[in-house]
């Protein structure tokens, strides 16, 4: 079993890897991006029967920075 876990940090975190790509973009001449946020995918390969509660503790505990960052799980 496959899933994927998208990363992004939470409103209000100053995002400077965002702020570079909109930066980056506007020198390629890209004038109407106004924000970036910039976050993270992780695909993991499960053995079946991996529980939502187990996938949730992968993130809790390791995946993601819950004080500044928010995560999202998506089974294939």
């Known amino acids: 079993m496959?899933?994927?876990v998208f990363v992004t940090l939470k409103?209000?975190?100053?995002?400077?890897?965002g702020?570079?790509?909109?930066?980056?973009?506007?020198?390629l001449g890209f004038g109407g991006v106004n924000d970036v946020r910039a976050g993270k995918?992780?695909?993991l390969d499960l053995a079946d029967?991996?529980?939502?509660?187990?996938?949730?503790?992968m993130c809790s505990k390791l995946l993601?920075?819950?004080?500044?960052?928010n995560f999202r799980?998506?089974?294939?």
Not at 20 to 26: G, P, V
Not at 73 to 76: A, G, K
């Open 2 to 4: 496959k899933a994927r």
């Open 64 to 69: 993601a920075n819950t004080v500044i960052e």
């Open 19 to 27: 702020e570079a790509i909109r930066h980056a973009l506007e020198g």
């Open 49 to 57: 029967g991996t529980s939502d509660a187990d996938i949730e503790a």
């Open 11 to 17: 409103n209000g975190v100053l995002d400077p890897q």
């Open 41 to 43: 995918l992780i695909e």
């Open 73 to 76: 799980i998506e089974r294939l």
